[in-house]
């Protein structure tokens, strides 16, 4: 079955560094790999979306890379705020006819003032 | 605004006693989804549905129906819930394959 797995260990940094969190899946590349954030009680907020073919996806302070060759995707917060502490999910979604998206148990990071 | 509702917020029931979790957009997107969140398990597809009258099992549909009558509307039933139901639940949606999915704010579901 196919499988994505994120490092379950929270992450702690301080304000101003770049976070980075990696995603990595298993058996064939996903047709695209997609990055939520949730805070606690709330439902996951989309933020990037990345296709198979693209090594690198941007948005503000936000870059998502994929790399098919390691089977895995890294989620990068650059210039770190505290109001970016929140849990970070990976999806996977298989370029079938299913609309079935699997999430990772998600990376929780702190960011330290 | 666009957004994904969900009623109730909260739900304390006992075992066995039918209930529904109502699931309504406004973005007339095609795609629902449902999903449960427990801790060290992530989310879980339980459902979802490509158009109206199209669904379609997920990961752990079990104990669960869905309907979708209307583009809109995705409700989920629970016809004898068991405490192992007792969950987070989100409902979700997406215009196309290729697009993010917009979560409810979720129900948090106690079957004692």
């Known amino acids: 079955s196919q499988k994505i797995e994120q490092n379950s260990e929270a992450l702690n940094i301080q304000e101003g560094k770049t976070a980075t969190l990696t995603c990595n899946y298993t058996?064939?590349?996903?047709?695209?790999l997609q990055w939520y954030r949730q805070d606690p009680g709330r439902g996951p907020v989309f933020l990037l979306l990345?296709?198979?073919?693209?090594k690198e996806k941007r948005k503000e302070r936000l870059k998502v890379t994929f790399d098919t060759t390691l089977k895995q995707s890294l989620f990068h917060i650059t210039a770190s705020q505290p109001a970016d502490s929140a849990t970070y999910l990976c999806?996977?979604?298989?370029?079938?006819?299913?609309?079935?998206?699997?999430f990772g148990s998600g990376t929780r990071l702190q960011v330290q003032p | 605004e666009a957004q994904v509702t969900q009623n109730p917020r909260y739900l304390i029931t006992v075992t066995g006693k039918k209930l529904t979790v109502t699931c309504s957009q406004n973005?007339?997107?095609?795609?629902m989804s449902w999903y449960r969140q427990d801790p060290g398990l992530g989310l879980r597809q339980i459902y979802y549905?490509?158009?109206?009258?199209?669904?379609d099992k997920g990961d752990v549909p079990e104990g669960y129906k869905v309907s979708r009558k209307e583009k809109r509307n995705f409700p989920l039933i629970l016809e004898s819930p068991s405490p192992n139901q007792t969950s987070l639940y989100f409902c979700?949606?997406?215009?196309?394959?290729?697009?993010?999915?917009?979560f409810g704010s979720g129900t948090r579901l106690t079957v004692v």
């Open positions: 058996n064939y590349s996903p047709a695209y």
């Open positions: 973005m007339n997107h095609e795609y």
């Open positions: 990345i296709r198979e073919n693209e």
């Open positions: 979700a949606s997406s215009q196309d394959r290729f697009a993010g999915y917009t």
């Open positions: 999806a996977r979604h298989m370029d079938t006819g299913r609309r079935a998206l699997t």
């Open positions: 549905s490509m158009n109206v009258e199209v669904t």
